[in-house]
């Protein structure tokens, strides 16, 4: 978004007001202006400490509304569970040369699944899916022996999220495209599971921040309070 779209983007709402969360995502929605179909985000800051393993949150939310994006998945597995991958529409299939090309530098893909027979060949390219945040983990679904199930389940609005290394978890909640209901329907979605997934030994408020936006837009801030109370 130009510098003068940014601007005006701010002139429709009070950027240091705290909005209630369906009036966020309607502003967020609002300021929408690129030419093309931008993604509307929330991000919340949590009160964890994110280098304790105890604290680390991470995990998958299914989006009742989808995800407005089209998945591109690379599946390591083979035999049986190659052919479910691939029936259940994975974009990248194979064992061996599936490696072989992903080594080579392709990385037409935005998630990996494999199978966990597979773990000891796709170990062998963290440096390449690793600091893109692609290396299959249990915890998220994306190391599972019923691979076709995960794609089925990742093309129809799962998604991944985990806290970065300032304890913010960044989650798309949707197109500006979207019905305003969808977006809503998406963003209470990610709030229950991330409180679900509090952990233990976080102390004090656990969700201290949420801001949503469009992909090139500014931030509008939720007044917290207004979310649904975090459980006991």
């Known amino acids: 978004m130009s510098g003068k779209k ?16 369906k009036e966020a995502v309607t502003h967020a929605k609002n300021t929408a202006t690129a030419k093309f179909d931008e993604s509307i985000d929330i991000v919340v800051r949590l009160g964890v400490d994110p280098r304790k393993a105890d604290q680390m949150v991470r995990g998958t939310v299914a989006l009742p509304a989808g995800t407005g994006k089209d998945v591109r998945i690379a599946v390591f597995a083979a035999g049986e569970a190659a052919d479910a991958a691939r029936e259940a529409g994975a974009d990248f299939v194979g064992a061996d040369d599936l490696f072989e090309q992903v080594e080579g530098g392709m990385m037409d893909f935005d998630l990996v699944i494999a199978a966990p027979d597979m773990m000891p060949l796709v170990g062998r390219l963290g440096r390449s899916l690793g600091p893109r945040g692609l290396m299959p983990n249990p915890k998220t679904g994306t190391v599972t022996p019923d691979v ?17 290394r300032y304890a913010n978890v960044q989650v798309p ?5 979207f019905e305003e209901s969808a977006l809503q329907q998406n963003f209470w979605a990610v709030i229950d599971e991330l409180n679900r997934a509090k952990p233990a030994s976080a102390k004090g408020r656990y969700i201290k921040k949420v801001t949503a936006s469009a992909t090139m ?4 801030r939720v007044d917290i309070s207004r979310l649904k109370p ?3």
């Open 6 to 21: 940014f601007n005006d983007a701010l002139k429709t709402f009070d950027r240091d007001f705290m909005y209630a969360p």
């Open 230 to 232: 975090d459980p006991d």
């Open 148 to 164: 076709g199930k995960a794609v089925e389940e990742f093309k129809g609005g799962k998604v991944e999220y985990r806290t970065d």
């Open 173 to 177: 909640i949707g197109k500006a495209s």
């Open 217 to 220: 837009g500014p931030g509008v």
